[in-house]
């Protein structure tokens, strides 16, 4: 278990000095305002993707264990297909009110948003079934070829075509998720002739079901975390939308430790029957998950607006209060990652979307009542209230189902021991701990 998480955050570690490089490039050779619209096309790729995950997302790592590679695929590709026309159709009624159109999608980017959604469902599938199959080390080297993939075509786009638009981020990432798609698809066509098949009927209402409230607290989950970049297209320039979201960036990207651990948990709890173990394992790698972003933020915390301005460039002298006001919440952020998974893991996806349903009115309250006044940095301390009440609401739920206690999140001696222990099994070619 640990040497897949070690193998996971290696992965993400990559991924996260990608996004540094990325964000580098995208910042000094892109500017501000063409960043900020970048940004804007990712997150309509983000909700997007909603309906498809609604039977072709995460709730595949739950249902990989339990239903055959065919059925998945048949039931999965199928409805991505009719999303994406359900997409299509939606953009070219769209076209008819263009105000309203352009304030949400970029004008110019409406195709690339939607093949990028769809080439990117492609590739989730595969991911979400080598993690269903708790075969971690294939999903982070489709990873690795993805992120690695981006970032080397964005630098082909910026340097050798000059192509200076929001655009070199959106193809750069096409590419990526191409590649990664056709490589899964060569490691998972060949199992389809190894297994039977089994009646479509009862899968489709099962993954339906399980779907529905996993991705409507998806839903609003995206909606709690871009709803205020919405408002703040109403409220501010594209340039501080650039700003705003070069400093999510860099505090979200520590969220590679919660994602880490979280997914080698949901991969995990979704093969364990034993609710005892899986409320140890939950509270055991929160306790981790939050030590280690608590340290990675405070290190960004403390470099100077200097540093920023020297690694971005000059219009991005705002980043730094961004960054200070977001930190709270990606803390407790990580925390909520760890339960989330919990939650899904054990096939309770409803605790989830409950959470999700009273961070979005925290959301709300919060970004109308600051952003008009506070600009980018009232998104900033929205965002932080939101992940606190994500947080707050799992654990009391968490709390009442395991009796587990606050201070159980307080590292103990023991917990130093079981993972000086699994170092040791990794480094040392021991067996893992009983908790592994």
């Not at 082909?156 to 590419?175: C, E, G, H, N, P």
């Not at 170092?423 to 908790?435: A, E, M, R, Y």
Request: net charge positive; glycine share 6%; proline share 3%.
């Amino acid at each position: 278990m640990f040497k897949k998480i070690l193998g996971t955050g290696a992965a993400r570690a990559v991924n996260v000095l990608t996004q540094l490089a990325t964000l580098i490039m995208g910042t000094r050779c892109l500017g501000a305002a063409e960043w900020g619209k970048a940004f804007i096309a990712q997150t309509d790729i983000t909700f997007l993707l909603i309906g498809i995950e609604l039977i072709a997302g995460s709730g595949l790592v739950y249902f990989t264990p339990r239903k055959k590679l065919a059925t998945l695929m048949k039931i999965s590709y199928s409805w991505i297909a009719f999303v994406m026309l359900v997409y299509l159709l939606l953009f070219n009624v769209l076209h008819f009110f263009p105000n309203f159109y352009h304030t949400i999608v970029p004008e110019g980017y409406a195709k690339l948003v939607l093949l990028l959604t769809f080439v990117y469902s492609l590739h989730e599938f595969n991911l979400n079934h080598f993690l269903g199959k708790e075969k971690v080390s294939t999903y982070n080297w489709l990873f690795l070829i993805q992120i690695l993939t981006q970032v080397a075509m964005m630098a082909v786009l910026i340097f050798v075509l000059d192509i200076r638009t929001a655009k070199a981020l959106l193809y750069s990432q096409l590419s990526g998720y191409t590649l990664a798609t056709l490589v899964g698809w060569v490691l998972l066509f060949p199992k389809l002739k190894q297994e039977g098949r089994e009646p479509l009927k009862n899968s489709l209402k099962e993954m339906l079901h399980y779907g529905a409230f996993l991705q409507l607290s998806t839903l609003v989950s995206t909606l709690n975390k871009r709803l205020s970049l919405y408002l703040l297209r109403t409220n501010c320039t594209e340039s501080q939308i650039g700003v705003y979201a070069s400093g999510t960036q860099v505090t979200e990207g520590v969220n590679i430790v919660g994602q880490s651990i979280g997914l080698v948990a949901f991969s995990a709890l979704s093969n364990t029957e034993n609710k005892n173990r899986a409320s140890q394992l939950t509270l055991r790698f929160m306790k981790l998950s939050i030590l280690l972003t608590f340290t990675a933020l405070l290190v960004i915390c403390l470099l100077p607006t200097t540093f920023f301005e020297l690694l971005f460039s000059e219009e991005f002298a705002d980043i730094r209060p961004i960054i200070l006001l977001i930190s709270p919440g990606i803390v407790f952020f990580s925390a909520h990652t760890i339960l989330a998974n919990y939650f899904s893991g054990t096939g309770k996806p409803k605790y989830n979307l409950y959470a999700s349903l009273i961070g979005l009115t925290v959301t709300l309250i919060a970004a109308f009542s600051l952003i008009p006044t506070l600009g980018i940095r009232g998104a900033a301390i929205t965002t932080s209230l939101t992940y606190t009440a994500l947080f707050v609401f799992q654990w009391v739920v968490f709390h009442k189902q395991t009796g587990s206690r606050l201070r159980q999140l307080i590292p103990e001696k023991e917990d130093f021991s079981w993972l000086k222990a699994e170092l040791q099994g990794i480094f040392g070619n021991k067996s893992d701990t009983n908790l592994s």
